[in-house]
């Protein structure tokens, strides 16, 4: 690795991904906006698409306010202790094939998706730190909420990823895009569900909003903070919005191939397109569902994510025994399986209902 | 001085720091972060010795989980922030203390390391997954009895807080 490579990707990523962040936010806003039958932000510039560049001026100029009671150095190191991870993230996604002019920073890292299943559980100190740092009661609830649904989730979110493990035969990022032949939505459908659920629940987004439901404590855990450290919760926030729906893509999608191969052959081009494909996926979903309660969450979590992740990686092992490589015919029992599964197991059981089910 | 030299005398700078800090600290939230500081410094120094499967599992197992549910601990108990008073075992536990770090110094300086045996694999987490699981010379049985008794502390776990029916 030449120091060129390594200086220029850096600057890419960090210059990138704020791009890209506001972007998607201004997106968000719109598309909601349409949802729910209302125009969103559409002053500033045409369609509104100075809007987050308005906030960004608004929020850097905003009071920095600490609170007196609280620990003001945990205070202060808190939002970077979010957002690092959340940069950390995009520095293994492939862009292109090998020997393309833009291939990533360290694409090839050998532990590419356990590499980012460890640094995406670090921002949970931070979400601590800024709960604690705060002294606020509201923004403790939110921590221990949030703590109880990052834990629960990050199990099934492992064991779909381990289907994909198993399947391609390396944790490489590249290794895992090139054995996409068919892409693994299509192979692995009960895998790609419980990502995906999984996921959006990691993300903190609706309908696993609970540690930011307004009408409860109202804001969450930064509560707290305002001007440039508040923005950088939020930059962190979308900046994991767009790394998971990123990873969705490169695990799930295909990465940077184009699809049956037609299309120009530009990576970069057919990943942007797919993570703009699974983020406005998210976005429907936001716009779509009302957010659970505290033993929906859980129980959802550990009776329906959990056994069928365990049952998924059952089914991907035995196939890849009896059939090494793993033809693709095997996409039609999968889905057979998948939808049965997903069918029969709601089924078993009710979360609750209306009434409280601890 | 190579990167790696550097890479190595940043680290443990940060981790012997941090360490140091773990035990003098009189808040004990503040001493909680800089435990997991010490554990993401052990686990920069497996990556820079090349075994990079050690030092991703390192962050997750340490600080993504042990480091969360220790601040969740602290986080549940009384008058944090009244730190932890001294009391009369610090004579006997610095002498221990002492004691433990002059032998481990002792027998680290007086061992003769069979170093460079055989060359170090690089990336060595295929190299590692396949030693465990070798049908003849692996370490499938201790991995299954480890699973077991994890099963095991769970079912206990279960039991314990379960609801008395």
Redesign the interface.
Known sequence: MDWLHWLFYVGVILGAVPVMVMAFIWLERRGLGRLQLRPGPNRAGPFGILQPVADAIKVLTKEDIVPVAG?H??HFVAPLVVFAPAMLVFTVIPFQEDGGLVRGLVPDL??GI??I???S??S??GV??AA?GSNNKYS?IS??RS?AQV?SY?IPLALAILGVVLAAGT?SLTGIVQAQAVPFIVMQPLGFIIFFIAATAELNRTPFDLMEAESEMVAGYHIEYSGMKFALFYLAEYAYTVGISAIAATLFLGGWKAPWGVGPQVGVLWLVVKILLVFMVILWIRGTFPRVRVDQLMGFAWKFLFPLSLINIFIIAAESLAWPGLPWWLLFPNTAIALVLVVVWSGLFRLGGGRVQV | MDLQAVAFYVLAAMLVVSALAVVLIPNVFRAGLFLVLAFFAVAGLFITLGADFLGAVQILVYVGAIGVLLLLAIMLTRDVHHGSPGNRLWLPASVLGALLLGAVSWSLLNTTWADKAAEMPVPATAALGASVFDLQNGFILPLEIGALALLAVVIGAIVLVGEKK
């Open positions: 620990d150095w945990v050998n532990i356990l590499y299943v460890a640094v559980s670090i949970t100190i601590f730190m604690w403790l921590a221990f703590m834990v990050e944790m």
